[in-house]
């Protein structure tokens, strides 16, 4: 199979889509040639069958630029490609799906969100196969689509096994987002603290987006209020 692949970010440090350079280690060790476009292009070490082409988001360039680069790469290398995996991102179906479908191209959507937008109806009419993690994280009804559970390397995130600490240690991982409801999470530290429980909790994860920003200004200055400040690490 040679694969085009779809997606936001190559880049293996990213705090919120660095684990998706490993999905494309595990595809490019399946295929023959593995095309990536990408939004943006950072820090990456693939496998020689692998080639990175990037919308240009990390030089700044404008929508406009974005879209004809896409339509460039996807026409310029339609022979180096039998299928399409777009990662997250409907949008991308949008603008290829028709000439995907004329170019014979299988096309196929990895899409965990509980969001059902017009992008993603549209999107529909062209995708063969939807993988998706859960019936609840794909509401659209479709015999198109595969639930997979989540892709997890177990053999890279796996425990580190150590002595047994006095001290509860708990952690979340992930955006800092109103969404994940981490100031929420404080409440439960409260209740240990006045227990006088011994914890520590670690926060793993970055905002991404201006309104991710603010949360994590709210955060912060949660935090600084707790009695217990010290035993919470960013």
Request: proline share 3%.
């Amino acid at each position: 199979m040679k694969l085009l692949i779809c997606t936001q970010i190559v880049d293996k440090e990213d705090s919120n889509l660095g684990f998706f350079h490993g999905w494309i280690e595990e595809f490019a060790a399946r295929c023959e040639q593995v095309t990536v476009v990408c939004l943006f292009e950072g820090s990456y070490t693939l496998p020689d069958n692998v080639r990175v082409y990037s919308l240009g988001k990390e030089e700044g360039t404008s929508r406009l630029t974005r879209i004809r680069r896409f339509y460039k790469y996807i026409r310029a290398f339609k022979d180096d490609y039998d299928t399409v995996f777009v990662h997250m991102n409907p949008e991308y179906v949008v603008l290829g799906g028709y000439w995907w479908r004329r170019w014979g191209k299988k096309i196929t959507l990895w899409y965990t969100h509980k969001s059902v937008d017009t992008k993603l109806r549209i999107a529909m009419r062209f995708i063969d196969t939807v993988f998706t993690a859960s019936r609840e994280s794909f509401r659209i009804d479709s015999t198109k689509v595969n639930v997979m559970g989540h892709g997890i390397d177990t053999e890279f995130f796996k425990p580190d096994m150590r002595e047994a600490s006095i001290e509860t240690r708990i952690i979340t991982t992930g955006r800092i987002a109103s969404s994940k409801h981490i100031v929420e999470m404080l409440s439960v530290l409260d209740e240990l603290y006045k227990r006088g429980e011994k914890f520590k909790f670690t926060i793993v994860g970055a905002p991404v987006t201006p309104d991710e920003e603010v949360y994590a200004g709210v955060l912060r200055k949660e935090i600084a209020a707790r009695p217990y400040h010290s035993k919470i690490e960013m």
